[in-house]
């Protein structure tokens, strides 16, 4: 369905029926409809860190261009129109590997074209330290390196456009300053700076924190830490995995209050073992990893995660019963507000590129969304 599509559904916000007109790539129009409908109307799902899926993994040293094709539709049929492939720390010519092999695929397919609005580099600069390091190997965490940047998107066509680093790295100031004036978004994560640390970074550019909460110490000074610094600062939207394993429902309902929804995104950071079916499987980064019926991704016979095991539409009615929000709200913190890291923040509105997600509430309020059918610039890719 491309030219002339009409799509009736709800707003989440007003319950009022909506009728959106598409014409070309765009919506072109829209109306009051005197219809009742079940489905309510949302932009795509916008997710700025997805490390795999269905058994996909982007960091996969065989990683081909139509997995990533694959991927990008096995996301789809799951509401996201947007996302950022994420690749993390690994030796220099494994993550220019992964990042080439992700713009063959943008460039071969179309709908990757449209879906991949860029490329989210965590690390390779993180914390060396052992729980803020999280699972990013040791052995290939290295201060950051402009030139090793460069080097990045020359084998991706300028792809790149989010980078995670921990601030408390050697030269680290310089290179957020480098980055960010070429347009690239800079996050702080996997770190163990100081407060002070986190000020000088903000005020050299970094603008995000990465699924902030997660990546640190298990045990921090009381005041000041980098939590509470990031936390403080109107400079930094901080990014949430709220899958009801990262966060408490309590830390992520004071987060939010903290930071406030406009400064608030939603993210999955699912990995290739999310979508699977429930058990144990051998990983290159964890060894055996335990695979839950409720998407908990852990180290098997240990506390300790290792990933995410739920894509971002599932996350949303965890949100909602955490911090007390209504359906509106999460879709704000999962479509326009991630939507200006990578500019497709319009939303449903009038001359807007037409990503939409058509999707029922189930009966079981706390059940994940169902999704309807979802475009992609105005072409229906899902189901």
Partial sequence: MTDGAEILGSDPATGESLRLIVEDRAIAAIEPAAEDTDAFLAPGL??????????IDLNDADLTPDAVSDLCRSLATLGVTTFLPTVITAPEDR?????????????????????????????????????????????????????????????????????????????????????????????IGHSGASADQIHAAVAEGARLS?????????????????????????????????????????????????????????????????????????????????????GRVSLAGTPYLAG???????????????????????????????????????GLKTGARADILRFRRPYDPQGPLDVVDVWSAGRRVAP
Avoid at 216 to 245: E, K, V, Y
Avoid at 319 to 334: E, F, I, N, P, T
């Fill in 95 to 187: 993550i220019i590997g992964a990042l080439g092999r992700i713009a063959a695929a943008r460039a071969a397919d179309p709908l990757a074209a449209e879906m991949i609005a860029g490329i989210h580099v965590e690390g390779p600069s993180v914390s060396p330290e052992d729980g803020p390091r999280g699972a990013h190997p040791l052995e290939f965490v290295r201060p950051p390196s402009i030139e090793e940047f460069d080097r990045w998107q020359a084998a991706c066509d300028g792809l790149v456009a989010m980078v995670t680093l921990a601030p408390e790295h050697d030269g680290a100031l310089t290179y957020i300053d480098a980055v960010s004036q070429r347009g690239v978004h800079v996050a």
């Fill in 308 to 346: 995410a095991g739920l894509p971002l539409i599932n996350t949303l009615p965890i949100a909602m019963r955490m911090a007390g929000l209504d359906l509106a709200s999460v879709l704000r913190m999962a479509t326009t507000n991630p939507g200006r890291f990578v500019g497709r923040s319009e």
């Fill in 210 to 294: 990465t699924h902030l909460g997660n990546g640190a110490a298990a045990t921090l000074p009381r005041h000041p830490n980098l939590i509470w610094a990031q936390l403080a600062s109107d400079m930094l939207t901080a990014t949430f995995i709220a899958d009801g394993h990262h966060l408490p429902a309590d830390t992520f309902a004071a987060m939010l209050r903290a930071k406030g929804l406009d400064k608030a995104v939603l993210v999955s950071d699912s990995v290739a073992l999310a979508g699977l079916p429930a058990g144990v499987y051998e990983q290159p980064i964890g060894g055996k990893v335990e695979l839950s019926e409720d």
């Fill in 46 to 55: 916008i997710d700025l860190q997805v490390n795999g899926y269905g058994g």
